[in-house]
C-alpha cells in the first residue's frame, strides 16, 4: 500500500508539472490570501504591544504553523472533502467493489492534487522562525515533525467525520465550510484571550488548541497561561492526532457498513 | 416613468426570491458572522489591554468593539456581488438577448443587486440581535450620526456595487472575474478598515487608502457610528464619499459603452 501511495504521489506530482500555469496561478491566491490575514495581525499590533502577550512574530509563528499543518492536511487528505460528491454520483460505489481501502481510494483519486497550499507555507513558516528568534534543537525538530504529521491528522478527522455524515445525508458541503469558518478564526489566535469555557473546547470536544497555541508555547518558550498550564500539553499534538483520527476512522467504518448507494 | 420603473423592481424582487433560496449559504455567512464578532472581541479587548493608555487613537474599548460588529454588519449586508452574474451570461451568450431586451443592463443588474442586498437587510435584525446579546454593541454616538451613519451607509452601497459592476464587467474582455473579485476581496480586507481602523495604520499606507476607494465603502461610515468624525470633517467624508459613487458610476457608464461595442463587433 506504501509503494501505491508513493506511486500515486509520483504520477500526480508529474501530471501537476504538465500544468504549470495552473499551479502558478494558485500559489498567487495563496500568496495574496497569506497577505491579507497576516497583514491585518500586523495591522492590529501597529499601535498595540500583543495579543494575550504575543508579539507579531511570535503570533506570526503561531499563524505559519497551522499554514504547514493545514498544507500537508489539503495535500493528504483534501480528496476526503469529495466522498460527498463521490456518494451523491454514485461513483463512491465503485471504491466498494475494489479489493482495497475504500479510504486509501479517496484519498488517491488521480484527479489533481493541492500541494500549492504547502509550497507556500514552508517558505512562510522558514521566515517566521527566523523572526520569531526559534533556537532549534534535534528535540525541536521532532516535535516539529510530530506537531505538523498531528496537525494535519487533527484537521483530517474533522473532515473524516463531516465527510462520514454524507453516507446518511446527502448535502454536507455547508457543515465542512463551516468548520472551517470556525477553525481559521480560532487558531490564528493565542487560546488565553478567550474566555474559560471556550478554552476548554478547544482543548478538550474540538482540539484545536493542539493545532498551533500549545506546540507553539513551547517552541516560543512562553511561560504556560490561561486555563491549561501543563507544558506537556505542547507535546501532545501527535498522540491526540492519533487519537482523533483513530476515533474518526471508526466513525468512519461505522458509515460505510450502513451505506447504501443513493442508486444513481 | 413609473412603469420602467416597476420593471426594474421587478428584477430587484425576483433577485431578492433567488438569493432567499439558499439558505445554506445564508446559514453560512450568519455562522461567519458570529465567530467573526465573536473572536474579534477578545483579540480587541486584548489588544487594548496590552496597550495600557486607555484611548489608543482617541478611541474607548466600547466604541471600538462597536466599530468592529457594525463592521461584520455591513460586510453580511454587502455580501451578495449579484453583478458578477454578467461573466455566466457573457460566456454562454444570453447576454445578446438581455440587449435586445427593451431595459439597461446595468440598471436592471443594480436592480438585481438591490433585491440580494435587500434579503442580507433581513439577516441585519438576527445579527444585531446577536451582537446586542453578547453586549458589544453600542447605539449610534448620536442621533445626528445616526443619520449621517444612515446617509453614508447608502453611499457607501452604492460604492462597493458600482466597483463590483465594474470588476464583473471586465468578463467582457476576459470571460473571467474569479482573480479580480478575489484581489478586490482581499484590498477590501485589509485597506478599507473593515477588520483595522485605518487610523491604527502608519501613515505611508494611510496615504494608500486614501487613494482608494475602499474607504469609502468602510472606515467611512464606521467612523460616523461611533462619532468618530465630527462637523466639518464628517461633512467632507461624505463628501468625499459622493466624489467616489459619481467616480465609479461615470467610470461605469464609459467601459459599459466600450463593452457594449465590443460585443456587437463579436456578435458581426
Known amino acids: 500500500m506504501l509503494f501505491l501511495y508513493l506511486h500515486f504521489w509520483r504520477v500526480s506530482l508529474l501530471a501537476m508539472l504538465q500544468y504549470r500555469l495552473n499551479l502558478f496561478i494558485w500559489m498567487i491566491f495563496g500568496v495574496a490570501y497569506h497577505t491579507a490575514g497576516i497583514g491585518l495581525l500586523w495591522g492590529m499590533l501597529q499601535r498595540f504591544g500583543s495579543i494575550g502577550g504575543w508579539s507579531f512574530p511570535e503570533l506570526l509563528f503561531l499563524y505559519a504553523l497551522w499554514a504547514l499543518g493545514h498544507g500537508v492536511y489539503a495535500a493528504v487528505f483534501g480528496k476526503v472533502g469529495q466522498v460527498t460528491g463521490h456518494v451523491r454520483d454514485g461513483t463512491f460505489d465503485r471504491f466498494l467493489t475494489r479489493p482495497l481501502n475504500p479510504l486509501f481510494q479517496v484519498m488517491t483519486v488521480p484527479a489533481g492534487i493541492t500541494i500549492d497550499d504547502l509550497f507556500i507555507a514552508i517558505p512562510l513558516f522558514a521566515v517566521a522562525q527566523r523572526l520569531a528568534g526559534v533556537a532549534w534543537t534535534i528535540d525541536l525538530g521532532l516535535l516539529l515533525l510530530g506537531t505538523v504529521v498531528g496537525a494535519a491528522l487533527i484537521e483530517g478527522s474533522v473532515l473524516l467525520m463531516v465527510s462520514t455524515l454524507s453516507f446518511w445525508l446527502i448535502r454536507i458541503e455547508a457543515v465542512r465550510l463551516l468548520v472551517e469558518t470556525v477553525e481559521l478564526e480560532f487558531v490564528r489566535y493565542p487560546l488565553g484571550i478567550f474566555p474559560r469555557g471556550a478554552q476548554l473546547i478547544f482543548t478538550v470536544l474540538l482540539p484545536l488548541a493542539f493545532i498551533t497555541y500549545f506546540p507553539s508555547r513551547v517552541f516560543l518558550h512562553r511561560a504556560p497561561e490561561g486555563l491549561f498550564l501543563m507544558p506537556t500539553l505542547g507535546y501532545l499534538t501527535p498522540l491526540v492526532g492519533s487519537v482523533c483520527f483513530t476515533l474518526a476512522y471508526l466513525f468512519w467504518q461505522h458509515g460505510l457498513n450502513r451505506y447504501q448507494s443513493t442508486g444513481s | ?268
Not at chain 2, 499606507?205 to 487613494?211: G, I
Open chain 2, 1 to 268: 416613468m413609473a412603469e420602467t420603473l416597476g420593471v426594474y423592481l421587478g428584477f430587484a424582487r425576483a433577485a431578492l426570491r433567488r438569493e432567499a433560496a439558499y439558505r445554506v449559504s445564508i446559514l453560512i455567512a450568519m455562522v461567519g458572522f458570529a465567530t467573526k464578532i465573536y473572536v474579534l472581541q477578545f483579540v480587541w479587548t486584548s489588544l487594548y489591554r496590552s496597550s495600557g493608555n486607555g484611548t489608543p487613537g482617541g478611541i474607548a474599548l466600547p466604541q471600538m468593539l462597536s466599530y468592529m460588529v457594525v463592521g461584520q454588519l455591513l460586510s453580511l449586508l454587502f455580501r451578495s456581488n449579484a453583478t458578477n452574474h454578467i461573466r455566466i451570461k457573457v460566456r454562454d451568450g444570453q447576454i445578446a438577448i438581455d440587449l435586445m431586451r427593451p431595459v439597461s443592463l446595468p440598471f436592471s443588474l443594480l436592480a438585481d443587486d438591490l433585491g440580494a442586498t435587500a434579503l442580507n437587510l433581513i439577516l441585519m435584525g438576527p445579527a444585531v440581535g446577536l451582537a446586542l446579546m453578547l453586549g458589544i454593541l453600542q447605539s449610534p454616538f448620536s442621533t445626528f450620526h445616526a443619520l449621517a451613519f444612515t446617509a453614508s451607509l447608502i453611499l457607501a452601497y452604492l460604492a462597493q456595487v458600482h466597483l463590483h459592476l465594474l470588476i464583473s464587467m471586465t468578463a467582457f474582455w476576459t470571460l473571467e472575474t474569479y482573480g479580480l473579485n478575489l484581489a478586490m476581496q482581499f484590498a477590501t480586507l485589509l485597506l478599507s478598515g473593515v477588520i483595522v481602523p485605518l487610523w491604527f495604520l502608519p501613515e505611508g499606507f494611510l496615504r494608500v487608502t486614501q487613494l482608494l476607494p475602499f474607504a469609502a465603502i468602510y472606515s467611512t461610515p464606521l467612523s460616523i457610528y461611533i462619532g468618530r468624525l465630527q462637523g466639518p470633517e464628517l461633512l467632507e467624508a461624505l463628501g468625499l464619499q459622493v466624489a467616489w459613487v459619481g467616480g465609479l458610476a461615470a467610470l461605469v457608464a464609459l467601459v459599459w459603452s466600450l463593452a457594449a461595442r465590443r460585443l456587437v463587433v463579436q456578435g458581426g
